[in-house]
């Protein structure tokens, strides 16, 4: 995969994106586009190929085929907090980095998701929530220009989630960064994205601009107009995404 120098106006760009394990086609010819600062969740059934698109923009899949421009300041948070275990939380969020001027940045970076005063405890005293968080701080310390995150709420419960969303909104509106939410929760999609992408076979089936102002609710008309149109896409039945928590189904 080329890799190319990503311009001012972009904030990814894929160009002809394309990943394939064994006979399978996950991603097929992808050209995709995010302006600087964008927050584009991106929606699809399991196995649709989400995951590895992010792992291809995270430059982590050395054999996706096709073009990709990304800047080179990026950033993942997954699903589990992936902390190692022998070092403090202060310690995991300045991981690679040395001297005062990166511990200032990780304990800076900890006050902004609410962990100060953890800095010394073992990730194993953390709750999920808190976990998830330190992934956060550990992802925010370096200010990515992208940052992709691979449903990194998924794990969480109902309550923490809606906590994690504000945080999220909140620390995005003030560093900036170019972001890729991957999620199986239509409702989180619409919550937090300028633009909700559909991937089925591993092509974009749907590019909608979330042009709603926040914050959102959930309750809203447009807000439900925009739910049905994906839940249709997503091929959901409406009655049963209420009850499976807005999800698509795995
Ligand atoms: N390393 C791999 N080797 C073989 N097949 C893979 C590999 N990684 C992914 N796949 C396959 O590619 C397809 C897409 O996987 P991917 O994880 O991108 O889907 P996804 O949309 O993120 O799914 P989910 O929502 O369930 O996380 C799946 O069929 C998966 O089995």
């Excluded at 980095?97 to 990166?102: D, E, K, L, S, T």
């Amino acid at each position: 995969m080329a890799a190319g120098t990503v311009s001012t106006q972009v904030g990814f760009q894929t160009r002809g994106l394309t990943r394939s394990f064994g006979p399978r086609e996950v991603l097929r010819d992808l050209d995709l586009r995010a302006a600087p600062g964008e927050f584009v969740a991106l929606l699809g059934r399991s196995g649709s190929g989400k995951s590895t698109l992010l792992r291809a923009l995270a430059g982590l899949d050395p054999d996706a085929g096709g073009d990709l421009f990304v800047p080179p300041r990026r950033a993942v948070v997954f699903q589990d907090p992936r902390l190692l275990p022998w070092k403090s939380v202060l310690d995991n969020v300045t991981l690679g980095q040395r001297g005062a001027a990166a511990v200032e940045r990780g304990q800076t970076a900890l006050r902004e998701v609410g962990l100060d005063g953890h800095e010394r405890d073992w990730p194993k005293t953390l709750s999920g929530g808190e976990a998830q968080r330190a992934a956060l701080a550990r992802a925010l310390v370096r200010e990515p220009r992208l940052l992709l995150l691979d449903e990194p709420f998924g794990a969480l419960d109902a309550l923490t989630r809606i906590r994690m969303h504000a945080l999220v909104q909140e620390l995005c509106s003030r560093h900036g960064p170019t972001v890729l939410l991957v999620t199986h929760d239509v409702d989180e999609a619409i919550l937090l994205a300028d633009r909700v992408l559909v991937l089925t076979d591993g092509r974009l089936s749907l590019d909608l601009q979330v042009e709603l102002p926040h914050p959102r609710l959930r309750g809203d008309g447009a807000f439900t107009a925009l739910r049905t149109r994906l839940l249709r896409e997503l091929g959901i039945d409406e009655s049963a995404a209420g009850i499976h928590h807005e999800g698509v189904p795995s």
